[in-house]
């Protein structure tokens, strides 16, 4: 069912914004230099990660509210207001300078009614609601946070957050998000400490250093060639998974994989065979699929990683598969694969990734005929309360990773105009091949659905 249409039926909208500044501790900090981890350092996680907040008419100013919060939620997480700096080996470490994030203020013409009944990506105007300062987005001696606190009319307002990769994963920015929301809520001190202790995921000062104990395919020095799909003139569009999408999609999975999958594992088999469909690659071509994997609760390894730790703490794990089969096989083979990368992350899975890194400089993941999908409906972004109640939609910005459109995609928690409570997959095909893929997609629907079209929520 679609839910809504393209972004041709918005108007356009002004935002007026104050001149940016940068936002200290609140209280004196500690000067020194601390080293990142080997698994927060790796190629693929020098970007800034986009992530946006919708909320609804309140009383206060949302801007001064959160301003102050952060500037005292800085004062414990005080590496965030420093720089970056790089060591030999490519080794980074974040020098804590006290100097700040950075924060804008802002003021929109329009209502959060603009945005439609049900809020979700892609969202137009975006640029605006997360203004990038120009020479900001460096990775070195740069700010690794920025803010913009958004007014709306209808006296909500939008949050856009964007942070360096490198510092935390999404259950670190939500850890640190969530302190700033106790703070504004009148909190004297974050209920969660931070937790820094990187070393726990630093490779052993081994000369030479040690070889990973993994294959770690996610890393193979791959170059695109000629038959590798071009990725230009991008269509956005954000596809729901509620209870019945769910179940006809896992109708098409054999009994014994039907009720031991997660719906991670189940969609993103699903995401990964559509998507190979509707690229059309030779029947020879490797296709991969990186998982994001998090240690934090793993089974066996819960006490691996402390509560407030805020580092990097996930793995990218790669299922590999030819197009041929991908395409030919039930969708049950392509979770299968899926089942079988993601289950291998352990601690010491994690400690080989590490010694990859310290051997190899640091490499980004190949991103030749990869997608990516990461699983965010768990770590809390839907509760996030700054003192205005929980957020109508909060989730990442867009896909993509880094300057890469349209290798990544995302599990958001959501609620439909409905009131349902679903999975919202944002997509970013060019457009001929968002429609084969919408078409794809029809096809896993249909034993459970009378309407067999995906319900697509928004398209750009």
Same mark, same amino acid.
């Given at each position: 069912m679609v839910m809504?249409?393209?972004?041709?039926?918005?108007?356009?909208?002004?935002?007026?914004?104050?001149?940016?500044?940068?936002?200290?501790?609140?209280g004196p900090t500690p000067r020194e230099l601390k080293l990142l981890s080997d698994i927060d350092d790796q190629g693929g996680l020098r970007f800034y990660v986009p992530v946006i907040h919708f909320y609804r008419c309140g009383s206060g100013d949302p801007a001064a509210v959160l301003r102050d919060a952060i500037a005292r939620a800085l004062v414990q997480y005080y590496?965030?207001?420093?720089?970056?700096?790089?060591l030999e080996g490519r080794k980074l470490a974040v020098e804590c300078t006290g100097e700040g994030v950075l924060f804008i203020e802002a003021d929109a013409d329009i209502s959060l009614d603009y945005f439609g009944h049900t809020v979700q990506p892609p969202f137009p105007g975006l640029d605006q609601l997360m203004y990038d300062v120009p020479g900001s987005d460096v990775l070195l001696d740069a700010p690794l946070f920025h803010?913009?606190?958004?007014?709306?009319?209808?006296?909500?307002?939008?949050?856009g957050v964007r942070m360096q990769h490198v510092m935390a994963d999404g259950a670190?920015?939500?850890? %640190?998000?969530?302190?700033?929301? #106790? =703070?504004a809520r009148g909190a004297m001190t974050p209920t969660v400490r931070p937790v820094w202790e990187r070393e726990l995921l630093m490779a052993p000062l081994d000369d030479p250093p040690m070889p990973p104990r993994f294959a770690h395919r996610e890393y193979d020095d791959i170059v695109a060639d000629a038959t590798t799909p071009l990725f230009d003139d991008m269509t956005h569009r954000s %596809?729901?998974?509620?209870?019945? #999408? =769910?179940?006809?999609?896992?109708?098409?999975?054999?009994?014994?994989?039907?009720?031991?999958t997660t719906n991670f594992e189940v969609l993103t088999g699903c995401l990964w065979k559509c998507r190979t469909a509707a690229l059309a690659p030779a029947d020879n071509a490797e296709m991969r699929m990186i998982c994001i994997v998090n240690l934090r609760g793993h089974r066996g390894d819960a006490g691996a990683i402390p509560r407030g730790y805020y580092g990097n703490a996930f793995a990218f794990p790669v299922a590999v598969s030819s197009a041929g089969d991908l395409r030919s096989k039930p969708l049950g083979y392509a979770v299968e694969v899926v089942m079988k990368a993601k289950r291998e992350v352990d601690l010491e899975y994690m400690r080989s990734v590490a010694r990859l890194m310290a051997r190899r400089r640091r490499p980004q993941f190949t991103v030749v005929n990869a997608y990516?999908?990461?699983?965010?409906?768990?770590?809390?972004?839907?509760?996030?309360?700054?003192?205005?109640?929980?957020?109508?939609?909060?989730?990442?910005?867009?896909?993509?990773?880094?300057?890469?459109?349209?290798?990544?995609?995302?599990?958001?928690a959501v609620k439909n105009a409905m009131g349902e409570d679903g999975?919202?997959?944002?997509?970013?095909?060019?457009?001929?091949?968002?429609n084969k893929f919408s078409e794809e997609m029809s096809k896993l629907m249909r034993p459970a659905v009378v309407d067999t079209s995906p319900r697509i929520i928004s398209a750009m």
């Open positions: 809504a249409g393209s972004s041709t039926a918005f108007r356009s909208f002004t935002v007026r914004r104050k001149p940016e500044v940068l936002v200290t501790p609140a590496p965030f207001a420093g720089r970056l700096r790089e803010f913009q606190v958004t007014r709306l009319t209808c006296g909500g307002f939008v949050l670190g920015l939500v850890q %640190f998000l969530n302190a700033v929301g #106790e =703070l %596809f729901f998974f509620g209870a019945p #999408e =769910l179940a006809a999609v896992r109708s098409h999975l054999p009994p014994a994989l039907r009720h031991c990516l999908v990461s699983d965010v409906t768990k770590i809390g972004l839907c509760d996030l309360d700054y003192g205005w109640g929980k957020p109508v939609f909060a989730g990442p910005a867009k896909g993509g990773v880094g300057a890469i459109p349209g290798i990544a995609s995302f599990l958001i999975i919202s997959v944002p997509v970013c095909l060019p457009g001929p091949t968002m």
